[in-house]
T-cell receptor, first 114, second 111 residues
Framework: AQSVAQPEDQVNVAEGNPLTVKCTYSVSGNPYLFWYVQYPNRGLQFLLKYITGDNLVKGSYGFEAEFNKSQTSFHLKKPSALVSDSALYFCAVRDPYNTDKLIFGTGTRLQVFP | DSGVTQTPKHLITATGQRVTLRCSPR?????VYWYQQSLDQGLQFLIQYYNGEERAKGNILERFSAQQFPDLHSELNLSSLELGDSALYFC??????????FGAGTRLSVL
């Protein structure tokens, strides 16, 4: 079965510092991986996806993610964090064997301090 | 704005009642997905429709049902509500298995 794990419930980082939000996956076949962000009282916003190609994927708001097949990881990164990046981040894998539903991780709350 | 519209934003109701949540997908998207977000279960897939037909079921209770209409909007019906059904319900739409775009959600409170 397809699954993703987000090992950290919360990540704290100072504004201007680089940030990393971790995600590992378990899939059979090629992984289709996504990152979404959820701000308070809002829906999930798509950040980026990995289907195939370059291991470094660039997305919205200056975020990028690094796909690592050997470590089965898809960590979200940003070189310089902003206070406004504080939100809940979800990693997800698409299940191509079951009509493309998304399977989400448990989420990581990112707190960026001024 | 994702282009996916969900109404209402908030619903407060009592146990045993029935409610209907509505979703209008992005223009041109044929697939609609429903997800439930709760503190204890996280984000869980409920059901998917594609061009009016049910395509997949996830962790959806028998008390819950959904449909997609010819104009592609979808409704999620929740009946015999229990306290544990209190959650955020999201609708998402996509074009042919591509990126899923989410609505702002409906927050259901069962008292």
């Amino acid at each position: 079965a397809q699954s993703v794990a987000q090992p950290e419930d919360q990540v704290n980082v100072a504004e201007g510092n680089p940030l990393t939000v971790k995600c590992t996956y378990s899939v059979s076949g090629n992984p289709y991986l996504f990152w979404y962000v959820q701000y308070p009282n809002r829906g999930l916003q798509f950040l980026l996806k990995y289907i195939t190609g370059d291991n470094l994927v660039k997305g919205s708001y200056g975020f990028e993610a690094e796909f690592n097949k050997s470590q089965t990881s898809f960590h979200l990164k940003k070189p310089s964090a902003l206070v406004s990046d504080s939100a809940l981040y979800f990693c997800a894998v698409r299940d191509p064997y079951n009509t493309d539903k998304l399977i989400f991780g448990t989420g990581t709350r990112l707190q960026v301090f001024p | 704005d994702s282009g996916v519209t969900q109404t209402p934003k908030h619903l407060i109701t009592a146990t045993g009642q029935r409610v209907t949540l509505r979703c209008s997908p992005r223009s041109g998207d044929l697939s609609v997905y429903w997800y439930q977000q709760s503190l204890d279960q996280g984000l869980q897939f409920l059901i998917q429709y594609y061009n009016g037909e049910e395509r997949a079921k996830g962790n959806i209770l028998e008390r819950f049902s959904a449909q997609q209409f010819p104009d592609l909007h979808s409704e999620l019906n929740l009946s015999s509500l229990e306290l544990g059904d209190s959650a955020l319900y999201f609708c998402a739409s996509s074009a042919a298995g591509d990126i899923q775009y989410f609505g702002a959600g409906t927050r259901l409170s069962v008292l």
